[in-house]
């Protein structure tokens, strides 16, 4: 076991946390010597200390003990913005779909200013979001232009303070926008977010959306989200999408839609239980 590479991982995570060696020691109810010590690499942690080590440090046991340093070279995990926003029109002007072109003049206005997050330094719009999601539908056959406006118009609501009723949709699109829109409901409120996905479940049209949605985010989350949020994800993706994704099932043309989704989901859900 190689003490000078845990010891400098340590140390990496801690600078990453913005935590002084003292501040690190008070949060594990040690001195800051021992924590230099532990960087050094003279001494480990004690192994009941361990378990706190890694969460204060948002860091997984196996990392941190893992034999061999990976040093990948990480690329961007969100697609080309401009060329998203030209595929998409240019596909919804050839197969005519009015909602999802009236949708997309109001992607810059509402999203425009906003940034994807990364923890790497990756700079992106977050019109990458839902140009990713309107992509991933014609990708897999769909030509709905209720579904493709619908997963294009997901997020205003929530994040750029517009209403339903503003956008240039029907009501079908309008409804389930609103249901997927968080900010429709009181998080102080108990059992708020359980009654937020039994609302989904029951529209067809918002489960498609709520469902595009989580696989685009499960797919870039290690990029944005600490180790504690991507546990939280995970566990929120296996308790409440499955009774999600069985609405799609009976919805006989969405049928093969319904099979990709699920298995884009559930495997990067079981990867990341493997993983974390």
Not at 45 to 50: A, G, I, K, T
Not at 121 to 138: I, K, R, V
């Amino acid at each position: 076991m190689n003490n000078k590479l845990i010891g400098d991982r340590i140390k990496a995570a801690r600078l990453a946390k913005g935590l002084s060696q003292e501040q690190l020691g008070e949060k594990l109810g040690v001195s800051f010597q021992a924590v230099s010590t532990w960087e050094q690499g003279k001494f480990l942690p004690d192994s009941d200390r361990l378990p706190e080590l890694a969460k204060v440090l948002d860091l997984s046991l196996d990392s941190l003990f893992a034999e061999e340093e990976k040093n990948w070279e990480l690329k961007p995990v969100n697609y080309d913005v401009s060329h998203m926003f030209t595929f998409v029109k240019g596909r919804a002007q050839m197969l005519g779909l009015p909602q999802t072109l009236a949708v997309m003049d109001l992607l810059r206005p509402a999203h425009g200013a906003q940034q994807r997050r990364s923890k790497y330094g990756f700079e992106c719009s977050y019109m990458a979001h839902p140009l990713t999601m309107a992509c991933h539908t014609l990708a897999m056959g769909l030509k709905d232009d209720d579904v493709i406006a619908a997963a294009l118009a997901h997020d205003m609501v929530e994040d750029s303070h517009m209403k339903p009723d503003d956008l240039p949709v029907n009501d079908r699109v309008r409804e389930a926008v609103r249901l997927v829109s968080k900010n429709m409901y009181d998080p102080n409120e108990p059992d708020w977010e359980k009654q937020y996905f039994a609302n989904i479940r029951k529209n067809p049209l918002a489960c498609i959306v709520k469902c595009l949605d989580r696989t685009n985010n499960l797919a870039g989350m290690a990029d944005a989200f600490s180790r504690k949020r991507m546990i939280q994800y995970t566990e929120e993706t296996d308790h409440y999408y499955p009774a999600l994704l069985d609405v799609l099932k009976k919805v006989p043309e969405w049928n093969d839609v319904w099979w990709l989704l699920r298995y884009q989901m559930m495997t990067m859900t079981e990867a990341f239980k493997r993983l974390l």
